[in-house]
């Protein structure tokens, strides 16, 4: 996220703002300080451009997870939507 971010001379601030959400919540994403969930990860992607799988380290996941990660990539827009609304419902259901 960091690389993509500096490639593009954008600074947190701004990659924030695209992403529609304050400035120390993704820095401490960004520097690995504070988790995010699927919908945060979307928001970022979207933000950037990117795909959200372009933002995870492969090495950071177990290979099954990746590979979910890889069938939702070919999902259309309307159907990874679909998708996130019911993993977020999914876990509130946990809570």
Known sequence: MRQIRKSRGWTVEHLASLAG???????EIE?????FNAHTLAKIA??????PVDLIEKKSVNSDVFTLINAFDGLSQEDRASVIRHALALGEDKK
């Open 21 to 27: 959400m304050s400035k120390s919540h993704l820095s």
């Open 31 to 35: 520097r690995g300080v504070k988790p």
């Open 46 to 51: 979207s933000a950037l451009g990117v795909e």
